[in-house]
Protein backbone atom coordinates (compact mmCIF):
# COMPACT_ATOMS: atom_id res chain seq x y z
CA UNK A 1 0.00 0.00 0.00
CA UNK A 2 1.78 3.28 -1.16
CA UNK A 3 1.62 5.92 1.53
CA UNK A 4 -0.95 8.80 0.72
CA UNK A 5 1.63 11.45 1.91
CA UNK A 6 4.07 10.33 -0.32
CA UNK A 7 1.12 10.07 -3.35
CA UNK A 8 0.22 13.51 -2.17
CA UNK A 9 3.38 14.74 -2.71
CA UNK A 10 3.78 13.24 -6.02
CA UNK A 11 0.07 15.00 -7.29
CA UNK A 12 1.02 18.72 -5.68
CA UNK A 13 4.05 18.55 -8.01
CA UNK A 14 2.06 17.26 -10.80
CA UNK A 15 4.19 14.26 -11.31
CA UNK A 16 1.67 11.88 -11.85
CA UNK A 17 -0.37 12.66 -15.47
CA UNK A 18 -2.81 10.46 -16.59
CA UNK A 19 -4.91 10.27 -20.12
CA UNK A 20 -2.56 10.67 -22.87
CA UNK A 21 -0.37 8.49 -25.06
CA UNK A 22 3.24 8.15 -23.86
CA UNK A 23 6.57 6.49 -24.94
CA UNK A 24 8.73 5.56 -22.05
CA UNK A 25 12.31 5.10 -22.60
CA UNK A 26 12.26 1.19 -22.63
CA UNK A 27 9.86 1.86 -25.39
CA UNK A 28 6.38 0.90 -24.20
CA UNK A 29 3.80 2.28 -24.66
CA UNK A 30 0.99 3.67 -21.86
CA UNK A 31 -1.96 6.65 -21.09
CA UNK A 32 0.18 6.91 -18.00
CA UNK A 33 3.60 8.61 -16.93
CA UNK A 34 5.29 9.85 -14.28
CA UNK A 35 6.49 12.88 -14.52
CA UNK A 36 9.56 12.81 -12.13
CA UNK A 37 11.04 15.71 -13.48
CA UNK A 38 8.31 17.55 -11.78
CA UNK A 39 9.60 16.65 -8.56
CA UNK A 40 13.27 17.29 -9.00
CA UNK A 41 12.00 21.48 -9.42
CA UNK A 42 10.74 21.45 -5.95
CA UNK A 43 14.11 20.89 -3.42
CA UNK A 44 12.10 20.55 -0.13
CA UNK A 45 9.87 17.47 -2.04
CA UNK A 46 12.64 16.07 -3.45
CA UNK A 47 14.77 16.05 -0.03
CA UNK A 48 12.11 15.07 1.83
CA UNK A 49 11.46 11.77 -0.34
CA UNK A 50 15.32 10.92 -0.63
CA UNK A 51 15.76 11.04 2.86
CA UNK A 52 13.05 8.39 2.32
CA UNK A 53 14.61 6.67 -0.08
CA UNK A 54 17.95 6.39 2.52
CA UNK A 55 15.95 5.74 5.57
CA UNK A 56 15.57 1.44 5.12
CA UNK A 57 19.88 1.43 5.10
CA UNK A 58 22.55 1.22 7.65
CA UNK A 59 24.60 4.50 6.48
CA UNK A 60 27.66 3.57 8.00
CA UNK A 61 27.51 0.49 5.92
CA UNK A 62 27.23 2.42 2.20
CA UNK A 63 30.49 3.83 1.00
CA UNK A 64 28.95 5.02 -2.54
CA UNK A 65 25.68 6.17 -3.91
CA UNK A 66 25.71 5.42 -7.40
CA UNK A 67 22.67 6.57 -10.00
CA UNK A 68 22.23 6.75 -13.80
CA UNK A 69 22.75 10.09 -15.28
CA UNK A 70 20.83 12.11 -15.73
CA UNK A 71 17.63 12.75 -13.15
CA UNK A 72 19.47 9.91 -11.12
CA UNK A 73 22.09 12.40 -10.20
CA UNK A 74 19.78 14.38 -7.98
CA UNK A 75 18.62 11.64 -6.43
CA UNK A 76 22.68 10.73 -5.42
CA UNK A 77 23.28 13.86 -4.30
CA UNK A 78 20.26 13.79 -1.95
CA UNK A 79 19.84 10.17 -0.85
CA UNK A 80 24.06 10.51 -0.03
CA UNK A 81 23.41 13.80 1.87
CA UNK A 82 21.11 12.13 4.38
CA UNK A 83 23.15 9.06 4.61
CA UNK A 84 25.96 11.45 5.98
CA UNK A 85 23.86 13.08 8.43
CA UNK A 86 23.21 9.77 10.35
CA UNK A 87 27.20 8.27 10.05
CA UNK A 88 28.71 8.16 12.77
CA UNK A 89 32.16 8.58 11.16
CA UNK A 90 33.40 8.97 7.60
CA UNK A 91 31.38 9.59 3.90
CA UNK A 92 29.37 8.87 1.73
CA UNK A 93 30.76 9.55 -1.85
CA UNK A 94 27.94 10.30 -4.29
CA UNK A 95 28.73 9.44 -8.18
CA UNK A 96 26.94 8.47 -11.15
CA UNK A 97 27.24 6.63 -14.69
CA UNK A 98 26.84 7.88 -17.62
CA UNK A 99 26.20 6.82 -21.56
CA UNK A 100 28.47 7.60 -24.11
CA UNK A 101 27.25 9.84 -26.84
CA UNK A 102 28.92 8.15 -29.71
CA UNK A 103 28.79 4.81 -28.47
CA UNK A 104 26.48 2.35 -30.38
CA UNK A 105 25.07 0.48 -27.70
CA UNK A 106 25.07 3.52 -25.06
CA UNK A 107 26.18 1.34 -22.25
CA UNK A 108 27.10 2.98 -19.24
CA UNK A 109 30.15 3.67 -17.96
CA UNK A 110 32.36 5.96 -15.07
CA UNK A 111 34.19 8.78 -16.16
CA UNK A 112 35.78 11.63 -14.67
CA UNK A 113 37.50 8.96 -12.59
CA UNK A 114 34.19 7.30 -10.32
CA UNK A 115 35.61 4.00 -11.37
CA UNK A 116 38.14 4.41 -8.57
CA UNK A 117 35.79 4.57 -5.97
CA UNK A 118 33.59 1.03 -7.12
CA UNK A 119 36.19 -1.87 -5.93
CA UNK A 120 36.02 -3.38 -2.15
CA UNK A 121 33.17 -0.72 -1.66
CA UNK A 122 29.66 -1.19 -0.76
CA UNK A 123 27.48 0.04 -2.91
CA UNK A 124 23.46 1.86 -2.57
CA UNK A 125 22.47 2.17 -6.87
CA UNK A 126 19.60 4.77 -6.60
CA UNK A 127 16.65 5.68 -9.40
CA UNK A 128 14.22 7.26 -10.10
CA UNK A 129 11.47 5.27 -12.04
CA UNK A 130 11.77 1.47 -12.61
CA UNK A 131 9.42 0.11 -16.23
CA UNK A 132 11.54 -2.69 -16.86
CA UNK A 133 14.70 -2.20 -14.99
CA UNK A 134 16.90 -2.57 -17.59
CA UNK A 135 18.76 0.88 -16.56
CA UNK A 136 19.06 -0.52 -13.31
CA UNK A 137 20.54 -3.82 -13.84
CA UNK A 138 23.32 -2.28 -16.65
CA UNK A 139 24.42 -0.30 -13.52
CA UNK A 140 24.17 -3.04 -11.40
CA UNK A 141 26.03 -4.74 -13.51
CA UNK A 142 28.49 -2.31 -13.99
CA UNK A 143 29.82 -1.99 -10.52
CA UNK A 144 29.42 -5.27 -10.20
CA UNK A 145 32.18 -5.84 -12.93
CA UNK A 146 34.44 -3.13 -11.05
CA UNK A 147 34.30 -5.10 -7.63
CA UNK A 148 31.80 -3.44 -6.06
CA UNK A 149 29.27 -4.76 -4.10
CA UNK A 150 25.76 -3.88 -4.69
CA UNK A 151 23.43 -3.73 -1.44
CA UNK A 152 20.59 -2.43 -2.38
CA UNK A 153 18.40 -0.44 -5.48
CA UNK A 154 15.98 2.06 -3.85
CA UNK A 155 14.12 3.93 -6.32
CA UNK A 156 11.28 6.84 -6.63
CA UNK A 157 8.56 5.03 -8.27
CA UNK A 158 8.53 1.44 -9.42
CA UNK A 159 5.53 1.40 -12.54
CA UNK A 160 6.91 -1.52 -14.07
CA UNK A 161 6.06 -4.32 -10.96
CA UNK A 162 10.36 -4.95 -11.73
CA UNK A 163 10.98 -7.61 -9.23
CA UNK A 164 14.74 -8.46 -8.21
CA UNK A 165 15.71 -11.07 -10.14
CA UNK A 166 15.31 -8.72 -13.09
CA UNK A 167 17.49 -6.00 -11.66
CA UNK A 168 20.64 -9.17 -10.80
CA UNK A 169 19.15 -10.46 -7.57
CA UNK A 170 19.28 -6.78 -5.67
CA UNK A 171 17.09 -6.19 -2.78
CA UNK A 172 14.32 -3.02 -4.36
CA UNK A 173 13.39 -0.69 -2.19
CA UNK A 174 10.34 1.45 -3.62
CA UNK A 175 9.00 4.52 -2.38
CA UNK A 176 5.94 4.38 -4.75
CA UNK A 177 4.46 1.12 -6.67
CA UNK A 178 2.01 1.62 -9.53
CA UNK A 179 0.86 -0.87 -11.38
CA UNK A 180 0.83 0.80 -14.79
CA UNK A 181 -0.41 -1.25 -18.04
CA UNK A 182 1.97 -0.72 -20.70
CA UNK A 183 2.59 -2.08 -24.20
CA UNK A 184 4.96 -2.76 -26.94
CA UNK A 185 4.35 -0.49 -30.39
CA UNK A 186 3.26 -3.15 -31.85
CA UNK A 187 0.50 -3.91 -29.34
CA UNK A 188 -0.47 -0.74 -28.32
CA UNK A 189 -3.91 -0.06 -28.73
CA UNK A 190 -3.75 4.17 -28.37
CA UNK A 191 -1.33 3.94 -31.59
CA UNK A 192 -4.17 1.04 -33.48
CA UNK A 193 -6.96 3.76 -32.22
CA UNK A 194 -4.87 6.66 -34.01
CA UNK A 195 -4.43 8.78 -30.37
CA UNK A 196 -1.80 12.04 -31.02
CA UNK A 197 1.56 10.46 -28.98
CA UNK A 198 2.65 13.07 -26.37
CA UNK A 199 5.51 14.95 -27.76
CA UNK A 200 6.32 17.15 -24.53
CA UNK A 201 6.81 14.06 -22.13
CA UNK A 202 8.54 10.99 -22.16
CA UNK A 203 10.58 9.60 -25.41
CA UNK A 204 7.57 10.40 -28.14
CA UNK A 205 8.85 12.92 -29.95
CA UNK A 206 12.17 10.53 -30.58
CA UNK A 207 9.76 7.66 -31.42
CA UNK A 208 8.13 9.86 -34.10
CA UNK A 209 11.49 10.83 -35.27
CA UNK A 210 12.62 7.26 -36.02
CA UNK A 211 8.83 6.42 -37.39
CA UNK A 212 9.77 8.82 -39.85
CA UNK A 213 13.55 8.40 -40.80
CA UNK A 214 12.34 4.36 -41.06
Not at 83 to 106: C, F, H, M, P, Q
Not at 119 to 141: C, F, M, P, R
Not at 175 to 204: A, H
Request: proline share 4%.
Amino acid sequence: MNDPQIMQMFADAGAIVTDSHFVYTSGRHSSVYINKDALYMHTGAISRLCELMARPYNADQIDVVVAPVLGGIVLSQWVTHHLNARRASGETLAIYAEKAADSVDKKFYFGRGYANHIAGKNILVVEDLLTTGGSALQVIELVRSLGGNVIGLSVLCNRGNVQPEAVGGVPIHSLVSIDLQTYLPEDCPFCRQGVPINTELGKGRAFLARQSAG
